[in-house]
């Protein structure tokens, strides 16, 4: 299973794919990040402008058994139901439940476990050279200056919750625009956040700290 970005240009894009060999491609609209740059779009000679966007939540969704990628790629299969069956004129709260429980059974296979072992055994992944192990000052260490600091192991924590809530780009950008509607364009991304309550990567330290 994998995702791919459709209909984007170097500045936006518009629709997310969802593929699993054997099932029909899933276009998800993203319309939630039409105004949003896409990530690193490349010229490839083979293949044209592509996006990387998705190379990395991919590569790892690739290591899983071939179950958990059908029973992830289901998830998007039930999402894609779910939008077309209440339309864009309903209210956020007339299925926020039935999206929450979408987004559980996301990272119900999606583990931060297993993001945090793919970024530190993946040799392509560059973390910063200025990390430290411990905390570095040359003034008295203080609360306020441990709070405004990661260290190394925190660094990668929060940089595997980063990966992970790329999964989310699809039910983000096709519920974003939902939320405005209710919330208004202010509330939105508080009423987007709330779809991750029930989810497993919500309970670990980094988030929390997020």
Not at 8 to 23: I, L, N, Q, W, Y
Not at 71 to 96: H, I, N, P, W
Request: aromatic content about 12%.
């Amino acid at each position: 299973m994998e995702f791919s970005i459709t209909g984007f240009t170097k500045r936006s894009f518009s629709a997310v794919a969802v593929s699993h060999p054997g099932e029909n491609d899933i276009i998800i609209n993203a319309a939630g990040y039409a105004n949003a740059k896409p990530g690193a779009v490349k010229n490839d000679d083979e293949f044209g402008m592509r996006v990387e966007l998705f190379s990395e939540i991919n590569d790892l969704i690739s290591r899983y058994s071939k179950g958990d990628q059908q029973k992830l790629y289901d998830c998007y299969a039930r999402l894609d139901t779910v939008l077309d069956s209440y339309g864009t004129d309903v209210k956020a709260s007339e299925f926020m439940e039935l999206l929450q429980d979408i987004v559980k059974g996301i990272f119900d296979i999606v583990k931060f476990e297993d993001l945090r072992d793919y970024l530190t055994s993946n040799k392509n992944i560059k973390f910063p050279a200025e990390l430290a192990d411990t905390y570095v000052t040359a003034d008295k260490i203080t609360p306020i200056y441990m709070e405004r600091t990661y260290l190394k192991r925190e660094y990668i924590d929060l940089a595997a919750v980063a990966l992970g809530l790329r999964c989310m780009i699809p039910v983000w950008g096709a519920f974003l625009p939902i939320a405005i509607k209710e919330e208004g364009p202010k509330k939105k991304e508080y009423v987007a956040y709330k779809l991750l309550e029930t989810c497993l990567l919500k309970e670990c330290p980094a988030f929390d700290r997020l």
